[in-house]
Structures are given as C-alpha cells and as structure tokens.
C-alpha cells in the first residue's frame, strides 16, 4: 500500500515538474525587440557624438556602469567617467548589436528587460593615433515613461591598433535588425 502510494506522490511529482523543466523559447516579444533596437540606435548616435551630458542621460539616476577599472555608481559620475573618455579619445562609427534571442522582460514585467549583444567602434587619440575596438556587452534596462533607460552596463573589449596611414575601417558587425 505504502509502495502504491510513493508511486502515486511521484508521478504527480513528475507530472506537474515536467511542463516546468520544459525548454522555454528564447525567442523575444518582437515589439520589445523594436523598441530596443531603437534604443540601441539612439544610443550608438549619441556615443558617436561624443556628447558626455546625453550619454549620461540614458542611464537612470542609480545606474552601475561597469568599466575595465571597477563600478562607477550613479548618473553623475557616469558622465564624469564619459567627459573624460572623450576629452582623450574620439570615438566614431560604434555599432551596437542585439543578440538574436534579446531583450528578455524581467519577471514578465513590461518596464524591466536585460540583454547581451556585441558593439564595434573606432577611435582616434587627441595626441594621435588611432584603434578599432570591439567586444560584448550586458545591460540590465528599466522603463521610465516612455523610454528605456540602462541601469547597469557591463562591456568586455579588445583593442586593435590601426597602421599608421591606414584608413579607419568601419566595424563590420551584422545589423542589429534581424
């Protein structure tokens, strides 16, 4: 009797686990797609620019920047750490792209999303000199009224030194569109 009943209990187990475990599709909401994309397009406008003050704005008032030097914490200081990126560095041409199965909502909710994808730009020294860099990033987003805003960015990047006399290549990653 008591076997009979363990084996009962189990497959109820079982029976309500399995639904659970199955693989869920990572295939993102294709309107939160567009409205990233978009957010992403303007951002790479804006950090072509070279413009601290509007970078700065598209992170919320508590976000976490993550830089090859440690966590910059909050709005403020974050366009600090862009003002003096650009006063050393122009950047150009950065291309930020999605990976296929980004954004992702956060607990179902429609005002907090994460994503990863990969960014290409080019820069060029104020005392000379010139790179391509590239790498991937991690972003954690929240809604504020009708615009996405970044709460936390993490970049991983490589380095590569363009030859003196060389023309600057554009970066060659693939739209963010499909």
């Known amino acids: ?22 693989q869920q599709t990572n295939t993102p909401d294709p ?7 978009a957010f992403l397009k303007k951002l790479d406008e804006i950090y072509n620019d070279n413009d601290a003050n509007a970078v700065a704005a598209n992170f919320t008032q508590d976000a976490v920047l993550m830089t090859p030097f440690g966590p910059i914490f909050g709005r403020p200081y974050i366009k600090q750490w862009y003002a003096e990126l650009f006063k050393s560095v122009h950047f ?22 994460w994503a990863t994808g990969k960014w290409a730009t080019s820069g060029e020294g104020h005392t000379g000199g010139s790179a391509e860099a590239k790498g991937y990033w991690a972003a954690i987003c929240t809604r504020e009224g009708e615009d ?4 936390m960015l993490s970049s991983h990047f490589t380095i590569e030194p363009v030859a003196t006399g060389a023309t600057t290549p554009s970066p060659t990653a693939t739209s963010s569109t499909q």
Not at 1 to 22: C, D, Q, W, Y
């Open 148 to 151: 996405w805003k970044l709460r």
């Open 31 to 37: 309107q939160l797609r567009q409205e990233f994309i």
């Open 92 to 113: 150009s041409n950065l291309l930020s792209t999605a990976d296929e199965d980004s954004p992702h909502l956060i607990c179902g909710e429609h005002n907090a999303l």
């Open 1 to 22: 009797m008591k076997r009979r009943l363990l084996l009962v209990l189990a497959g109820l187990a079982i029976g309500f686990a399995l639904p659970a475990l199955a």
